[in-house]
């Protein structure tokens, strides 16, 4: 069904070959997952696959790519839609409406299909993805973890017999990634043919045939899924296929009396409907500090009113006896959104981390980018990288400002092993320096590895506030 021989690709900007001397054949009905480290080429594999290259990103090509014995690169790319759906990274960057139930029929309206069809593949997504609740919604409220599953459904909404996904549980809680999990099985049940480039893996376990793993560009081994269990995934940097055996790792520095920053009276609205309403919660300060909960919990709105970004959240927070206005949050904290590309904007790396900083200092920021493994792209352009290494770019930023509160949302979104483990060590070494941070994430492995106390949200409320328990954590994320 699909074929690449001997693929090579550069990017015209970048230097060094994106891919290099791919053969791969993939079957009918085969699910496939790409891993390996961020930025080592699974993205641009996607693209040969579904179009992208060359008719949207531009590059030197050798070798070839075909669907169906017929090249791809001279396909006309509606041609290719009708067989190839994909759901990118970032599932804004695929939109093309403000409510979701037009998102989800939107590819159908453009294939021209009969109303009475088109009705009939809505309500079989809406029911197969559990979309129910989600329908006839400003698409632009939806959660991170909402919008992915809007994308989803979108393409599958028009059937195409392969669907390539590009970190599809990136921002999606653990309920919903086991949601996923169930339609992908569905997808196979169909014969569908489904390509996934991945680093979280759990969900994963017993509905892939074969693993490709790429390293440096090139595919470095393949496996089947059986073969694949027997490997020891952190030698190859890549995250635990299965969590139940993960231990908790309190920072050296745990400190067990700690002082405390208060927050009171904490309400935010979107319109009439309240969305975050916390009376009082009391929360360790110079902690690692999980805030947990399901998609559209209020996690972020939470991380919204907390640094001062929502003028009109209602709600104190006290912190060394002295009660923080909003402008004065504004000035203690600083916060890595969801959406990185948000807060990008200068030329290179470097010169992004020096805009963060009181006054520059090129030898601490190379220092900062060094420690996040992006010292060598000091001198590229932030949106020329891949989402992981977007995400480290904005961590660097936040580490260089030195500001006594930081947040994080979803910090490790699209990071492989090696990249989450360095995001650990420089929580870690943020909390050595008395800051307090707190991680908005889905990041089971993240937590275990770094965090010291969990705020759990549900509804918009805090529903409970803990020091660091394995046991209720599993409950939460595993069973």
């Known amino acids: 069904m699909l074929k690449m021989e001997n693929v090579s ?5 970048m230097r060094n070959a994106n891919l290099k001397d791919i053969n791969l054949d993939i079957g009918d ?15 641009t594999l996607t693209r040969f696959l579904n179009g992208l290259i060359p008719n949207f990103f531009d590059g030197k090509r050798e070798g070839k790519a075909s669907l169906n014995s017929e090249l791809i690169d001279e396909m006309p790319i509606y041609e290719i839609s009708e067989h190839v759906g994909s759901v990118f990274q970032n599932p804004k960057t695929q939109f093309f409406n403000v409510d979701t139930t037009g998102e989800i029929v939107f590819g159908c309206e453009n294939l021209a299909m009969d109303a009475s069809d088109i009705k009939r593949r809505l309500d079989n997504v809406v029911r ?12 632009f409220k939806l959660s991170g973890g909402e919008k992915q599953k809007i994308a989803c459904a979108s393409v599958s909404a028009v059937n195409p017999e392969i669907l390539i ?15 996923f999990k169930a339609i992908i099985e569905k997808w196979k049940s169909q014969g569908k043919t489904v390509i996934i480039a991945e680093h979280k893996l759990f969900f994963l376990d017993d509905v892939i045939d074969r693993v ?10 393949e496996w089947t899924i059986d073969e694949f269990k027997q490997v020891n995934h952190r030698n190859l940097g890549l995250r635990q296929l299965n969590l139940n055996n993960l231990t908790a790792k309190h920072p050296d520095y745990y400190c067990s009396s700690p002082e405390f920053m208060e927050i009171k009276n904490f309400r935010f609205n979107y319109g009439r409907t309240r969305v975050l309403d916390i009376d009082s919660v009391r929360i360790p300060k110079n902690e690692i500090i999980a805030i947990i909960g399901k998609n559209g919990a209020g996690k972020s709105t939470f991380a919204n009113c907390l640094c001062g970004l929502k003028r009109s959240c209602k709600g104190e927070l006290i912190l060394d006896n002295h009660s923080l206005n909003r402008k004065e949050r504004l000035k203690k904290s600083y916060m890595v959104m969801q959406d990185v590309n948000h807060q990008l904007f200068t030329e290179s790396v470097l010169d992004e981390v020096l805009l963060s900083m009181d006054g520059e200092n090129e030898e601490g920021a190379c220092e900062i980018l060094d420690n996040l493994n992006l010292i060598h792209l000091k001198d590229s352009h932030p949106m020329a990288l891949s989402g992981g290494e977007k995400q480290r770019v904005a961590i ?19 990071l492989d092993l090696k990249n989450m483990m360095k995001v650990s060590e420089n929580l870690k070494y943020l909390q050595g320096l008395g800051i307090t941070s707190f991680i908005i994430t889905h990041d089971y492995e993240l937590i275990l590895e770094a965090c010291s106390h969990v705020l759990h949200f549900e509804g918009g409320k805090i529903i409970d506030s803990y020091k660091m328990d394995k046991e209720k954590l599993k409950e939460f994320f595993l069973e």
């Not at 979309?131 to 400003?138: A, E, M, P």
């Not at 490709?212 to 081994?221: A, L, R, T």
């Not at 509160?405 to 490790?412: M, R, V």
């Open 9 to 13: 690709f550069s990017y015209d900007e």
């Open 165 to 179: 996904l590009d970190e599809p549980s990136s921002n999606l809680d653990s309920k919903s990634s086991w949601d």
């Open 212 to 221: 490709i793993f790429i390293k440096n560009g090139k595919i470095d081994n």
């Open 128 to 139: 197969d993805f559990g979309l129910r609740h989600l329908l006839d919604k400003n698409i």
């Open 29 to 43: 009905g085969e699910v496939i997952l790409l891993c390996g480290e961020s930025g080592c080429g699974k993205t």
């Open 396 to 414: 660097a930023s936040a580490i260089a400002s030195k500001k006594e509160i930081l947040i994080f949302d979803e910090p490790t979104s699209g």
